[in-house]
């Protein structure tokens, strides 16, 4: 039995041409299973996206500390003392660390400054920070870059502005190249920056930021060696949360802090706050899988329904074809290559619907961001899968009545009618 | 041509029925045999063996010299294939296929080049005199032109015996006698070996020989 015999398509073609009702049955519901999964599986993606953000771009595998002041009387210092992060306890963490650590970021927080374009001003939260921080909390660049080592180490006169306040003190979404005035300084805007999920933060969101390099803004706030804040990034491989220990104990140690004031410096941990997160989208992909195989198992009784009603339908053509002399196998073939024509056709046309669909989606919604579905798609490894899926249904549900089928007497089919 | 050597069977259900007890029969190539009998005298189920669409018992079973028991399946279709050419009283065309694809269809289980085989199926459309219908559905045709486009797909494969099983039943007295005409001419003219098997007495009476059955048993072989 040649696959590609141009008289067996032509067989095929007519019986599927022929029987036109049928023929459609069959590929509406091959159709309806796949559309629908695409689009409830691309939407459980749409839902994971919204409710995650663009979670994806950070490290999540840091901690970071930002100094108080000390609660407790120790080695003669009294109780509330305000203490900074100092650069031996860069040197001594680095060295702490060893080969686990990733990076360390520092930051300095200035409050509320005066900002102001050419044209508006307002008040808004100012930090310096090092490029490492980019990675500490789920942040996107929407135009031009972000803080680099060069800013860094020449003390370039640059800044980053939040989108809200673009926004408020421009009249484009893109001012890359213009100055923004911060605290009587001119600074020239590199990029403009959003927070992309507002349930991971230090307390604070990028768009309401203006974000200087940090070694710039150590010369205009006059905050030499010291910084208000650090984070410790270790590789994927190591637990940070683990490392807090040998952390705090070096801080604690090295400013002489009671080893069990606690109150002394705030820890949050960006490997705690994703894990939340990550019970969520669990859940979400739990949520996908269950609406994703019931929407396949509904698919696949559809088809092997409608194969069962086909074969019994055609029992008494069956028995014709062997009373011509057609052999069982050749038959089988004829059926087999029926369904997979049909189903295949069908399946392909659901997921371009449900695909197109999804973008129509994707394009009403694209505007709104915090939306609860974003960017929904489905990727098609999980298209295809589940097409695959179907068609051996389908066909092994074909299967089974017709060999059954064939086992009934060639004239006993043939009277079926009377 | 078909020789049928003390033949018996039983339908094995929960009381086992025996339909054939110990059939002989002897035709001749270019023979026209009626087979007649009541319902449940064992004629179709004579037919059927003949036609190799049911297997028997006991016995044996020779066609154009072969012997036909227990065939598997694959072998029992290239035989009916090439030896038998069927015709049923529900006509048993396909319904969605047009009267030559109807015609052609013996030719595509043998193997035979699409073009060859609707050129050879018009050919014989027009041996029963429906050419000009051969692109009409069996439901565009009346009972008597289905009946031809069926003669025509059971001779197209150039079968040594044509088994008709009750070819008029489903007809009016007047495409009754076309239809007879058509096999009695074929007969004649072409020697066609052919077997038909009918509870009317009319037809009966048109062909050389008769052969009655009663309860499993030829009790009758007129000529």
Known sequence: MKLFDRDMWQEVLVTVKGQKVRSLLTMFGVFWGIFMLVVLIGCGFGMKKGLIGNIMTMSSNSIVYTPTQTSMAYQGLNADRKWYIEPQDVTAVSHKMGSRLRYITLANLDGFQQISSSEHSGYYQTLGVTPTYYIDIPQRVIYGRYINETDISERRKVCLAGERIVAELFDTPNPVGKNLMVDGNAYLIVGVITHTNENISLGFYSQDCVILPFTTEQDAFNHRDRADMFSVGLYDKYDASKAGEEIVSILKENHRIHPDDNAAMEIISMVDAVA??????????????????????????????????????????????????????????????????????????????????????????????????????????????????????????????????????????????? | MIDLKNIYKTYQTASPVPVLKGINLHVDEGELVSIMGASGSGKSTMLNIIGILDNYDEGEYYLAGRLIKNLSEDDASI???????????????????????????????????????????????????????????????????????????????????????????ALDSKTTQEVMNILLKLNKEQGQTIVIVTHEQDIAAQTPRRIFLKDGVIYKDER
């Open chain 2, 79 to 169: 035989m009916r294939n090439q030896l038998i050419g069927f015709i049923f009283q529900s006509f048993n065309l396909i319904s969605f296929k047009n009267a030559m694809e109807n015609v052609a269809l013996p030719l595509y289980y043998r193997g035979v080049g699409r073009e060859e085989r609707n050129a050879l199926a018009m050919e014989y459309l027009d041996k029963v005199g429906l050419k000009d219908h051969w692109d009409h559905k069996p439901n565009q045709l009346s009972g008597g032109q289905c009946q031809r486009v069926a003669i025509a797909r059971a001779l197209i494969s150039q079968p040594k015996i044509i088994l008709a099983d009750e070819p008029t039943g």
């Open chain 1, 276 to 418: 939340m997160y990550g019970n969520t989208m669990t859940g979400i992909e739990v949520l996908i899988l269950i609406v994703g195989l019931g929407t396949l198992f509904a698919g696949l009784i559809g088809i092997s329904n409608i194969m069962l009603v086909t074969i019994k339908e055609r029992t008494k053509e069956i028995g014709i074809r062997r009373a011509l002399g057609a052999r069982p196998r050749t038959i089988i073939f004829q059926i087999m290559t029926e369904a997979l024509t049909l189903t295949m056709s069908a399946g392909v046309v659901g997921i371009v619907a449900g695909t197109w669909v999804l973008l129509l989606l994707n394009h009403l919604l694209g505007a709104e961001s915090g939306a609860l579905i974003a960017r929904p798609m489905i990727p098609p490894s999980y298209a295809f899968g589940s097409l695959l899926i179907l068609v051996c249904g389908g066909l092994v549900s074909g299967y089974v009545p017709a060999r059954r089928a064939l086992r009934i007497k060639a004239i006993e089919a043939i009277r079926d009618d009377r």
